[in-house]
């Protein structure tokens, strides 16, 4: 089969590994450009181009696509079969789309129609859903809103298997969600292809009154608000590691929060965001329940246990953080 994957970050990457490794290697990957990263700003490429390079599969990274690049590119390749696209980072044109009808297959992080955009698994984890999934699905020009081709549970409900190891959604983090969502969303693609291709699939419309949509996540998203009770800041801290992180301020610095645990403490009566002794260390009194950070790390400084922190700067108890 002659197949293109768009796909950018490390959850792009789980997916084009598992098609190398079948009959559906791709002949092309469309990935972003290399970008800038980190304080040295070292041009780096995407996950998904370093493993095209490994197995010699062609590469090309349009800063914009449009009719007259795609024409051009794709002529080359001569008849596509399948065009997948995970994770690409950019939004296909419905006059690229038009060029392969019903040939666009995305991969989508959420049950969709919920979820729609670019922070499923974020939004999944900070609601605190008891399940999530991934979804195969048919592109079309507006966002995740195509006809559904497969879908499948995480947790895997009973029919779907529960053979695997499976972390709980109410300890889940970002990461590894978004790696078994990648790897679940592999295995069904894998099982769906032959499936679409034979036409023994019915694309199956989604409810789109009961579509909900994600936005993308900024830096300010990481700020806590502490009237939030003590289970959604957790949720919070999972949801948003490692990027951009949790953080709140103490004497105008920016402190951030790298772990925590909810507190066995009942007491709610000091004020939001007031930082009262704990053990050997501190809480933080929420709009209900404390909770008691583990690493922190203040502006300018390294990370280092709550504890340690206390001892530089025993006069934080009392104080409220905002």
Known sequence: MNIIFFGTPYFSKIILEKLIQT????????????????????????????????????????????????????????????????????????????TLPAKFINIHPSLLPKYRGPSPIQSAILNGDEKTGVTIMLLDE???????????????NKEQGTNKSQIPMTKITTPELSDILAEEGAELLVETIPKWINKEIEPKEQNHNK???????????????????AQYIERQLRALTPWPGIFTFWKDKRLKIISLHIAAKKSDSHAIGQLVPYKDSFAVQTGAGFVVPKIVQLEGKKPQSAEEFLKGHSSILGNTLS
């Open 23 to 98: 009959s559906y290697r791709p002949a092309l990957v469309i990935t972003a450009p290399d970008k800038p990263v980190g304080r040295k700003k070292i041009l780096t490429p995407p996950p998904t181009k370093v493993l095209a390079q490994k197995h010699a599969i062609k590469i090309w990274q349009p800063e914009k696509l449009n009719i007259e690049n795609w024409k051009s590119e794709i002529n080359k390749l001569g008849d596509i079969d399948l065009a997948i696209v995970a994770a690409y980072g950019k939004i296909i044109p419905k006059s690229i789309l038009n």
């Open 142 to 156: 507006k966002m995740d809103h195509g006809p559904i081709l497969a879908s499948r549970e995480y947790p895997r």
């Open 211 to 229: 579509a909900t949509y994600t936005k993308i996540i900024t830096r300010e998203d990481g700020r806590v608000d502490w009237k939030k009770p």
